[in-house]
């Protein structure tokens, strides 16, 4: 096996060791499986961009360079979430660092894997006011599973070797791994710190002669990556007996997994709609209401959670419940789900009980997806029931009976759009192999009450569940999946990362549809049980922060291609057009 240290053939005209540290340290992101790398210009980091400028020359990453820093950390963020490798994200000093903070935190509480390098002035030139110059060491506190404060090179041989073992290091400790490739007990993937100092010369022209490739011979690599060849055999997990009436939760991050155990215990199952488990069977989409039931919800003797519930009230209310008996699942983390400090029962894998339902067993879980299916319907538009005036052989037999048929459905097509057909018809519209990410706003809990089970790939930025980056989020989902990515946001998470709409020249242009629902400010907020006592013109200035923004004019001075939808027929034709790169679909609500 080569040494993973070793550079490929290469030409520095001039001496930096800066540079030769850099190109170290990338190529050895290179072999350890890293393939995007995000680039904020700065001065003391141009090291960095260069060794990422020539490797994207060679063919060995995808770079992406962006102006803004909490930018480029979301965008790594969602280039992570999809392809499941650890996205480099790169910084000069000061508070360029400090803009990674949003991004960091999400990545820290969703288990994301993102790795951050981070170009320092040299550890004298802290605490005397040098210009730009921050205490970086620790500005992420306890969000990142490892920091490194790495010593400015000298030249020394032996430091490009020890950048390529850092960069084995960081992306195992991301994924969750140890220096052997195995799985790390518990904080999970995450965030990585990499504090780079540099002296002058901050760097070279460097020229690279061949591309660093995945060390595919070497098994700390194969084993990060999920392609070794050896099998173990996953852990069963606690038996969890079949008796008590149960209910199955999936909050965001609970994966299929979910679904499967609330199938093979016969039990209800509340997905949320980035769980990663709303399909199947046992399905309750209508849970909301059926947990504030007391012939549902007041029945639950016991509730299993997976992921990390975070959009509704009655899921943590049902946790707290006396009476209930709690257990919560989480293969990582050091945080556990636990409302109100109640639970006290937890496990890192669970499997049902392997025994036959029974007609007690059935009868429950039946009652709960009929019960759904009920009340989902009844929120659905009403169908016209009007007959067509053609009979079986194609011909108007009756043109009273047509004319009106044709002026329902023509009602039906000028419909102005409602929350409830905005999801629908973008839920409608997805593909199982397209993309679908989520914003925080009032939208994804309309979804979540209302989207039946599909077997979709949703992402929503729900560790902290902030609007911060979602644009950024979504443009890294799409280019990582290469998929047809829609991203259903409201309008003030769009003006909160307007800037991410700015791709540069020679940015991939992916095929993301952002559809923003544009109801004039945050009417999420309205759900506030002060919204009924406050002022009315002081909650407006405050909470609702009205806005009306020329969201077209917005997408033109950025290069997206705009269509607006102000009807259900409008809004079916523009989810219906082929998405050939950025497009901006604004779809105007009612508050």
Known sequence: MADPGRLPSESLEGRSPASEAALALLSGFVRAGVRDVIVAPGSRSQALALAAAELERVGAIRLHVRIDERGAAFLALGLAAESGRPAVVVVTSGTAVANLHPAVLEAHHSGVPLIVCAADRPATMRGIRANQTTLQPGIFAGAVRMERDVPAPVGDPAETDAAARLART??????????????????????VHLNLQFTEPLSAAVVLEEAPVVDGADPVVAAMLGTSTATTEAP??????RGPRTVVVAGAGAGPGAEQFARDGGWPLIAEVTSGAHFGPNLVVAYRELLRDPDFGGRVERVVVFGHPTLSREVP??????????IVVAPWGIEWFNPGRRVRRFERA????????????????????????SLVDAGLPQAVGLQSGVDETGHVSDYAAQREYMRAQLAAVRAPITRRMLVDAVWAATWPHDRLVFGASRLIRDADRAVPGRRITVHANRGLAGIDGTVATALGVAVASGAVTRAVIGDLTLLHDVGSLLLGAGETRPRLQLVVGNDGGGTIFDALEVAGSAAETAFDRVQYTPQSVDLQALATAYGWAYTRATTRGELSDALGAPVDGPTLLEVPLPR
């Open 350 to 373: 669970v499997r049902a009980e392997p025994q036959p339902p029974t007609s007690e067993s059935r009868e429950w879980l039946g009652r709960w997806v009929h019960a759904s299916r």
């Open 170 to 191: 960081a992306v195992a400790v991301s994924l969750g791994r140890d220096d052997r490739g195995e799985a790390a007990a518990h904080p999970g993937p995450g965030p």
């Open 236 to 241: 069963h997990g606690a038996v969890i007996a």
């Open 317 to 326: 209310e049902l946790v707290q419940r006396s009476g209930v008996e709690a």
